[in-house]
């Protein structure tokens, strides 16, 4: 099988983002994660297989879903069929709504059919230094498709970002990385105990992967989500700063907690884990910045333009 012939599974292709890197990007988004962090604003990421969402407020209780569930019986409430345990994924519901309320993530693709919808604007990215960005979920779980696709987009000149968490074999992360023009690389939470809490994963791993990527030299930009009452007390934020300064480090792409995705738990039928949790203001935001860019650090917020 040639490179462009590997396949992936993409839950979406965003056009136009500004904070995924450089310039106008296509950001990739690929299924599967091995984190199940509580402040996730993509949970339709994490499985690697199919999600199936529910908009209920799109919903005219029709009763044609039930119809055509292999598991009404056990799934059916008030006419309608809800994200449920028993679900497989079928989209046989999603073929019966007329109303739009049920929508089908994750999609096999081959890397040529990713090209195609990412050529497009390829325009766009000559005029703006953009490119495309390889998001996810965690695309380093598909590693033979993240890899072709990067080498694919770099051999037509497109610029490319890779986002990842860091959670896979060094040998993964440092082939990826060396097709990639720029890492984002996601650091959640510095104290062991605490990221294995909040994130379902211990971070020995990442914090070696981060360690074999700045010793290799590949350009990088660390991506720290700041979670009130999580990772942002002034101890867990100078651990940060002491681990990145050890690997000469020092830019900061600074990522204030938002609910933005909150809504998408409940279309999973999930419960978000962070219920009572509440963006921190400006002048916290402002003071998390201030801190490290006092330590010597080039700081952006929100996400890297």
């Not at 073929?95 to 604007?121: K, N, P, T, Y």
């Not at 007390?233 to 690997?247: G, M």
Request: a neutral charge.
């Amino acid at each position: 099988m040639s490179r462009t012939e590997a396949s992936g599974r993409v839950f979406n292709i965003l056009r136009f983002c500004l904070h995924d890197g450089p310039g106008i990007r296509t950001t990739v988004f690929l299924k599967g994660c091995p984190l199940s962090c509580w402040w996730c604003h993509n949970p339709e990421g994490q499985a690697s297989g199919r999600d199936l969402l529910y908009y209920e407020a799109r919903c005219r209780r029709c009763g044609a879903c039930v119809a055509v569930c292999p598991h009404a019986d056990a799934a059916a409430r008030d006419g309608v069929i809800l994200p449920h345990a028993l679900c497989k994924r079928c989209g046989a519901c999603v073929q019966v709504c007329l109303a739009s309320a049920r929508e089908l993530l994750g999609r096999e693709m081959f890397v040529d059919e990713v090209l195609w919808e990412v050529e497009r604007d390829f325009v766009f990215y000559e005029e703006s230094g953009g490119g495309v960005t390889l998001s996810g979920g965690e695309p380093l779980l598909q590693p033979e498709f993240t890899q072709a696709l990067l080498e694919a987009c770099r051999s037509r000149g497109i610029h490319t970002v890779l986002e990842t968490c860091g959670l896979a074999p060094e040998s993964v992360v440092l082939a990826a990385a060396a097709q990639a023009d720029l890492v984002l690389y996601d650091l959640k939470v510095l104290d062991a105990e605490k990221h294995r809490r909040y994130t379902g994963a211990p971070n020995d791993g990442i914090l070696a992967n981060l360690r074999a990527l700045a010793g290799a030299g590949r350009p990088l930009v660390v991506r720290l989500p700041v979670i009130p009452g999580i990772n942002d007390s002034a101890e867990d934020l100078a651990a940060c700063t002491r681990f990145l300064v050890q690997l000469g480090l020092r830019r900061v792409d600074l990522l204030p907690y938002h609910r933005i995705g909150v809504d998408k738990y409940q279309r999973l039928g999930r419960p978000y884990r962070l219920p009572e949790a509440a963006p921190a203001d400006a002048e916290r935001n402002q003071a998390v910045a201030t801190f490290f860019i006092q330590e010597g650090f080039e700081v952006t917020m929100g996400g890297m333009k």
